[in-house]
């Protein structure tokens, strides 16, 4: 089944512990991208990727990391996540000039 | 800049009733457009896309959208609501000939179904 994949569902952690949401897609999807969700806010885009070993910013990228070290994967990285990152998160993939297809989603709460 | 608007926040209808949710967009050139549907607990699900072509698009569920170039518009359609269409929708805009990875959401509006 062609999906994108997230882990964890949910996470409860405190702050300045570093974690890392994986997101894995079975597509061979070239773009892959991460957003945020906060009420009223709609979606906020973290960060993208066009293809392995390229990502860039998106509109609010500041306390996350990414990498792209292989086409399936992009991982999103809280080096010392903060109160307000926490936040409902989203993987997306697609191939160029089409929609995206979303993961389930993650749930942090940073404490 | 690049930006997204849907000026309704949340919309109550009754079942049965027909439905209009409003969606304008600012983009320097013609952009790709979507609908998305997120039902609660849920990730966000494609309801229909426009690239070229008829403006008018069928998408799943019974919606349709307009894209109307002179008022900078896509709004979404479906002539008669069931109650499992209460979720959030969001309208989305993308570049052509490149990084659908950068689409810019607006911020939501969610619909309500009275029985």
């Known amino acids: 089944e062609a999906q994108v994949t997230q882990n964890p569902r949910y996470l409860i952690t405190v702050t300045g512990k570093k974690l890392t949401v994986t997101c894995s897609q079975n597509?061979?999807?070239?773009?892959m991208s991460w957003y945020r969700q906060d009420p009223g806010l709609g979606l906020r885009q973290i960060y993208y990727?066009?293809?392995?070993?390229?990502?860039d910013k998106g509109d609010v990228p500041e306390g996350y990391k990414v990498s792209r070290k292989e086409k399936r994967n992009f991982p999103l990285i809280l080096e010392s996540p903060s109160p307000n990152q926490t936040s409902l998160y989203f993987c997306?993939?697609?191939?160029?000039?089409?929609?995206?297809?979303f993961g389930n989603g993650t749930r942090l709460t940073v404490t | 800049a690049q930006s997204v608007t849907q000026p309704d926040i949340h919309i109550t209808v009754s079942e049965g009733a027909s439905l209009e949710l409003r969606c304008n967009y600012s983009?320097?050139?013609?952009?790709?457009l979507f609908w998305y549907v997120q039902s609660p607990g849920q990730g966000l699900q494609l309801l229909l896309k426009y690239f070229s072509g008829d403006t008018l698009v069928q998408g799943i569920k019974g919606f349709e959208a307009e894209f109307k170039r002179s008022q900078s518009s896509f709004n979404l359609r479906k002539p008669s609501v069931h109650w499992s269409d209460a979720a959030e929708y969001f309208c989305?805009?993308?570049?052509?000939?490149?990084?659908?990875?950068?689409?810019?959401f607006g911020k939501g509006t969610k619909l309500s179904v009275k029985p």
């Open positions: 597509m061979n999807h070239e773009y």
């Open positions: 983009y320097g050139a013609t952009p790709y």
């Open positions: 989305a805009v993308g570049a052509r000939g490149g990084s659908q990875g950068n689409l810019i």
């Open positions: 997306a993939s697609s191939l160029r000039d089409s929609p995206l297809h």
């Open positions: 990727s066009m293809n392995v070993e390229v990502t």
